[in-house]
């Protein structure tokens, strides 16, 4: 009977608000954000020397690495929901147009989101911006997406693309350059989220551009994985970049496992793997690297919660 009468109060709003189905129409925060059980700990490189008891390496860098994801896209994400919250300048049963809008008093640019009803239930969505003063041809498009809402509010699936090199035209705008491909989808009935990333030139930290990918997957109550491949100076031989991937997994309790690979870059003609194993209070456990041996500790059978190793294949 509640979720009879929930349902019945939710067509009545928005029967009230003609503007709902458009707000429905782009992604949640809590269906693209990469979530990692936490600890306050700073990244470090995983091919550091690890002490058996501190706060496991690898996690850090993983947590790290969804950080940036999470920075790039919540964000954006951020802004539009701070577009929908206000009523639509323009709207008919097709289409709701939020703006144009000053991000705020201070701000040198204007923002304008259109939300187009699609084919079946599927919306398509563009966040453009420009400066205040500009006219009308100086629009660029930041944010644009399809979103295929689930019959629950906070579900469903899409993909969207960021395009910093965009932003770099505005009056005001960040440091960051190139582009962000995020798929995701939040399963109704499950709720396991996936998100995928793909980031093209941007910037890697080092004073260049870069490429990265990241795959995410959780399931409630259960735990999660997060594969990721970056660029970093993890052998000091010289200043070349090695490709880094990693594949980290974890329990609901926070416990977990990362194996990586580190090839290319000074590492011509092999490839060295390590192997971590962390508590549920994130203290490493277990340690297993190809490239030093005497600096390994735990077993692997009993201080793993996940005994074997797995390799990312980004």
Known sequence: MNRILAAAAMLALA??????????????RDQVEVKLPTSTAQKVSPMSSPLQGDIAGSYQLTRGATQGVNGATLFVLG?????TDNHPTTI?????????????????????????????????????????????????????????PAATQGFGSGTFLIDFDAAQTLPQHGADVGTAQVDYARVQGTGVVTVAAQFVNVNDG???????????????????????MTWENVVTASAALEKLTVHS??????????????????????????????????????????????????????????????????
């Open 15 to 28: 029967a009230c608000d003609p503007a709902a189905k458009f707000r429905n129409g782009v992604p949640t």
């Open 79 to 83: 802004l539009v929901k701070a577009v």
């Open 92 to 148: 008919t049963e097709t289409a709701a147009v939020w703006g144009p809008y000053p991000g705020d008093a201070l701000d040198p640019n204007m923002y304008k989101l259109t939300v187009t009803k699609g084919q079946g239930t599927t919306y398509s969505y563009a966040l453009e911006a420009k400066g205040k003063t500009a006219d009308d041809t100086a629009w660029v498009v930041l944010l644009s997406g399809s979103h295929d």
């Open 206 to 228: 080092h004073g260049g551009l870069g490429n990265f990918s990241y795959h995410y997957s959780a399931t409630p109550q259960q735990g999660g994985t997060f594969d990721f």
């Open 249 to 314: 997994r974890w329990m609901e309790t926070g416990a977990g496992r990362s194996d990586y690979q580190v090839t290319l870059g000074d590492l011509t003609s092999t490839t060295a793997t390590g192997n971590e194993c962390w508590d549920t209070n994130f203290a490493s456990q277990y340690v297993n690297l190809s490239y030093n041996p005497v600096a390994g500790y735990g077993v692997e059978a009993t201080d793993c919660v996940f005994p074997t190793a797995e390799y990312s294949s980004l």
